[in-house]
């Protein structure tokens, strides 16, 4: 086993052509489940040049019943869809909040598919979907999150709030970032590289020195803010290496639902399903389950049942059942992983893990999703309905089930 490594995570921010158009596919599942908790979404969303195209599936009372829209429905999922580029903070001549073209080509739900989700007088709720997903936690930041990952969020989060509140004038919407770390065992010893590629005002380039100049000390004064100073010192950075960065977001490449999902789960240090997160509603298993087993990796971590966990789910379409959960802390458990697999399956709350067990143990039919969809589904900080597979409420179980 190796004992020193680099690896390296990243981030996009909020403004990120991709996670505009998570952030818009994310509004409207809120939308619906706002109007019905039992709502069906699944909604795709592409940004390009002063455009926005919404395409999916729905259904939704009082919504969209019986293959027609309610009254005023269309208007209302257009003025969300605008009030969130509004937020995110698009003024630009390339993709403005108020004159981009818009397309809302959302359609009712197949009957087949609802049919195998639906419960029946015979037929507990199944899975939307066939598919694997994977939860992970690690006890080497406070979020219990992998360090290249989390540092790579905070640079970018601090950004966004300099940006907002007029601190950092000069910066636009669309930034990305990445930290790569010299680990030694399990801990991050040295930060050996960081890179910051942010959108900017006119004249933040290399044939303005003076403005260049003060990009560079504003990044790194926002990187030695969020870094420990410790893991400074032998730092090689890479601020907008490509000289120029003002045509961004949308105008300056297309974003699509779903394409960031290494940077909404562990930033590689762990598997991934496959399935994408942002647009779709939580019967769907592609994100209740992904959020089901971050939520026990993480209270196995905080329980010191483990100081790594990985966790692998496995559903089939239409049915309520898993058909596998598999555990693994890396030589790291302090009693067998199979033993961490039968406490959880026989924690009774938990319901056996089945699609509806899994929502109403973590409250999913709420409208609480826009905000997952930058800077990462996981590590957040639980408010309120907010982020509750965030919360360290089965640790006393595990342990009870463990003693």
């Known amino acids: 086993m190796r004992t020193t490594y680099l690896f390296t995570s990243e981030s996009v921010s909020e403004g990120h052509p991709d996670k505009v158009s998570d952030q818009i596919s994310d509004a409207i599942v809120d939308l619906f489940l706002s109007k019905d908790p039992e709502a069906r979404v699944a ?17 939704c009372k009082g919504v969209y019943e019986n293959g027609a829209w309610a009254p005023g429905a269309k208007e209302e999922i257009e003025q969300v869809v605008r009030e969130t580029v509004k937020r995110i903070g698009y003024e630009q001549e390339g993709f403005h909040w108020q004159t981009f073209r818009f397309e809302n080509n959302l359609h009712g739900q197949s009957a087949h598919i609802a049919q195998g989700v639906d419960a029946g007088e015979n037929k507990d709720e199944g899975a939307g979907d066939q598919g694997i997903m994977f939860g992970y936690a690690t006890d080497e930041t406070p979020g219990y999150m992998p360090a290249t990952l989390y540092y790579s969020h905070k640079i970018l989060e601090r950004m966004a709030a300099d940006r907002h509140s007029g601190a950092a004038p000069f910066l636009e919407p669309d930034a990305k970032s990445q930290v790569t770390l010299r680990y030694e065992g399990s801990l991050p010893v040295a930060a050996t590289a960081v890179v910051v590629s942010t959108q900017h005002k006119p004249g933040y380039d290399e044939d303005n020195p003076a403005k260049r100049a003060e990009l560079e000390a504003y990044i790194k004064k ?22 120029k960065f003002e045509i961004g977001g949308p105008d300056g490449d297309a974003g699509l639902t779903g394409r960031k999902i290494i940077v909404d789960t562990y930033g590689g240090a762990a598997p991934h399903g496959g399935g994408a997160f942002s647009g779709k509603d939580p019967t769907k298993v592609d994100r209740s389950a992904a959020y089901i087993t971050r939520y026990l990796a993480k209270n196995v971590v905080a329980a010191g049942l483990a100081t790594r966990c990985t966790i692998q789910i496995a559903y089939a379409i239409g049915v309520s059942k898993p058909l596998s959960l598999y555990v693994d802390t890396h030589e790291t458990g302090k009693v067998g992983d199979d033993k961490i697999e ?56 595990l342990k009870a089930a463990l003693a």
């Open 43 to 59: 909604c795709e969303t592409l940004t390009t040049t002063n455009l926005v195209v919404l395409a999916g599936e729905i259904r």
């Open 222 to 243: 926002v990187v030695a803010d969020v870094i420990p100073p410790v893991l400074l010192r032998e730092t090689e950075y890479f601020i907008n290496p490509t000289g």
């Open 342 to 397: 039968q406490a959880i399956l026989g924690i009774a709350k938990l319901g056996g893990l089945t699609p509806r067990a899994i929502r109403t143990h973590l409250g999913l039919n709420k409208p609480i999703y826009q905000r997952t969809a930058a800077y990462g589904h996981f590590g957040r900080t639980p408010e309120g309905d907010f982020f509750p597979w965030e919360r360290l409420d089965l640790v006393d179980d």
